[in-house]
């Protein structure tokens, strides 16, 4: 047995890089291998092979099949049930008040500005991931947010008769305030409420609509650019370390591929997804009536409010960063 050891050790010793070979991760994401965070988990699969010279193989799983959402995703990396995975934001803001930031209301109105706050906030972002023993990936960027509706909106009433789904709590809170009757639901458990009739709207992108074919039960979208959030996505530190230094390379440049190629497709996917919604009978209205616009947008003021009282110093270290570099 002695032997065996040292032979095995000798081996090591002179071909190193057997330590690493053929090393798998599993990354599962919430969302459909067709909206943006299924598309980064893609591309990162591809890219990953690519620049590891198919050392380092990632396994995605789309549409929570791994039995992981968003809001838990952080602990399974962490417990290491998977080694890397993609979240919605939104939903970590039990993690930390900071993963709220990216779907704050009407923060944003433009890629432009989603790409500067997104850039503020990655360190802070990436801080929190590290004392929690995970390392940022890349973020996932967002089409704006809109209502899919069962009925089109027109004034107050219609959003008091809204049964809506919303991403995170600050959207339920702002929802709630105008008198709909709002919750807090994961992607993955929102079309059986649909399917049942619990639900009559959705806070979404028409990129997460049309990944869950919304238009079969909810065929209006109210284009009211509510916030252009984010998805992260992260990997188990340990995993991480286990790398060899050129692997750790290929991982990291991987992840700086697979974002800009986001970037870039978000670009075009704002009317890829309205030829797509159109094509299957939404009718999209992108200029909302003030009576469904003002409503939200005075609620959003006090929610950001809250968020930056929970948030602390960092609120205003951010905010203030972001509105000195607003045009």
Known sequence: MRILSLLSAAFLLLHPA???????????????????????????TRNVGELSGGKLTIKPSFDAKAGIKS??????????????????AGALEAEDPIFALPSQPFLVTSIADAKRLAEIARPHLAAVLDRKGL???????WPPSGIWSKTALKGAADLSA???????????????????KAASISFADTMPKLVDGSLNAVLSSGDGGAGRKLWEYLP?????????????????????????ADQREAVDAAGRKTESELWLALST??????ARMRQNGVTIDQNPAPAITEPLQSAA???????????????????????????
């Open 220 to 244: 209006y979208f109210s284009e009211i650019t509510y916030s252009l959030p984010l998805s992260v996505a992260a990997v188990n530190k340990a995993a991480y370390d286990a790398l060899g």
């Open 71 to 88: 809001a838990g995703m952080l602990a399974a990396i962490a417990e290491g049930k998977v080694q890397a995975g993609d979240a919605f």
């Open 162 to 180: 809204l049964s809506i789904r919303t991403y995170d709590k600050t959207s339920s809170e702002v929802f709630a305030s105008v008198g709909a």
């Open 135 to 141: 390392r940022l990936l890349y973020l996932t960027p």
């Open 18 to 44: 057997a330590t690493h070979a053929q090393t798998a991760w599993d990354m599962p994401t919430e969302y459909p291998e067709n909206a943006m965070p299924g598309v980064g988990v893609t591309a990162f």
């Open 269 to 274: 996917r704002l009317q890829e997804n309205y």
């Open 301 to 327: 003021v006090t929610a950001q409010r809250a968020w930056c009282g929970k948030a602390g110093p960092v609120c205003a270290q951010i905010l203030d960063a972001y509105k000195a570099g607003k045009p």
